[in-house]
């Protein structure tokens, strides 16, 4: 557990994004789950919460996605959406996979709840705003077989592949390797992460309250000596 516990939130000006490290668990070739605390700013435009791309033929052009989850502005508010590309290969193109809301439910300087699932199983995208279901596409034939760990990025509030950056504010941004039923316990996120509260399936929970540049991911056992 975070030992004192100060509450702290990722700001953004739009600026720049925060880039994740390259880890083996973030490859999710599975199911995965995908859920983040967003309070845009009014001024800003579509934007990537999160997003895992891959360059997967090493020529600075980021072609596929292995997951992402962003925001895309309707009117004064935005419809939540995730996004997934699957790499061409030499007998089947790419494939992209992309499920937006209906409505535009996050409105700006108003702390919103947003969380996706896919279920590799089923092939469904499915969307929650604040754990109630919105959402929900399937996609037949969709594969997700991305774990190429050479020329990705993983990034917090941009790298999409419109240049989309996050303006305002997040907090307790997590990623799964399951597909989960909800997001039931979206409420308690900063306060289960910083008493060090167990959940399966989860690989990466970031709190943002380290007070610096760098960030701590809640979901793996800190290296204190």
Not at 68 to 81: R, S
Request: glycine share 8%; aromatic share 10%; with cysteine.
């Amino acid at each position: 557990p975070l030992l004192p516990y100060t509450s702290r939130v990722l700001s953004l000006d739009g600026t720049g994004a925060l880039l994740l490290p390259n880890r083996p668990e973030y490859a999710l070739d599975g199911s995965w789950s995908l859920d983040a605390w967003v309070k845009p700013a009014a001024t800003m435009g579509d934007a990537a919460i999160i997003t895992r791309s891959i360059d997967t033929n090493l020529n600075g052009i980021f072609d596929t996605i292995n997951f992402e989850l962003g925001l895309t502005k309707d009117g004064a508010k935005w419809k939540p959406y995730v996004k997934q590309v699957s790499s061409a290969t030499a007998t089947t193109a790419a494939f992209t996979a992309t499920a937006t809301t209906d409505l535009a439910l996050v409105a700006a300087d108003v702390w919103t709840h947003v969380g996706a699932v896919y279920d590799d199983i089923a092939k469904t995208m499915t969307i929650y705003v604040n754990n109630v279901m919105v959402k929900q596409a399937s996609f037949a034939g969709l594969e997700n077989a991305v774990v190429n760990q050479v020329g990705v990025a993983i990034c917090v509030a941009g790298g999409d592949s419109a240049g989309h950056v996050f303006i305002g504010r997040m907090d307790a941004l997590r990623i799964w390797n399951v597909a989960k039923a909800d997001f039931a316990d979206y409420q308690s996120a900063v306060s289960d992460a910083a008493a060090g509260v167990a959940r399966a399936g989860l690989v990466a929970s970031y709190l943002f309250d380290d007070k610096g540049v760098n960030v701590q991911n809640f979901a793996v056992a800190s290296n204190d000596w």
